[in-house]
């Protein structure tokens, strides 16, 4: 997996999407297996709002740039 990604609609025959996490590599571990981390693109998802409004507990914050997924803050 290299990104996480939000479609956000479609033009014609061609989804629209927008990257919300993107893997950023480091390196490679002793098995050639990639190392790094998912970090955020500092998109705010379009279903972010529906998401909280059904009660899921998410901090807007994780959005913004420099999070990086794999470290925390």
């Known amino acids: 997996m290299t990104c996480i990604m939000e479609i956000t609609g479609m033009e014609k025959d061609t989804l629209l999407t927008q990257d919300i996490f993107r893997f950023r590599q480091t390196g490679l571990d002793r098995d050639g297996n ?3 981390a998912f970090e955020a ?3 705010r998802p379009k279903l ?3 998401i909280l ?3 899921c507990t998410l901090d807007p ?3 913004a740039k420099p999070f990086n997924a794999g470290h925390g803050r």
């Open 34 to 36: 990639a190392v790094g």
């Open 48 to 50: 972010l709002d529906r």
């Open 61 to 63: 914050a994780i959005f």
């Open 41 to 43: 693109c500092g998109v």
């Open 53 to 55: 409004r059904e009660g």
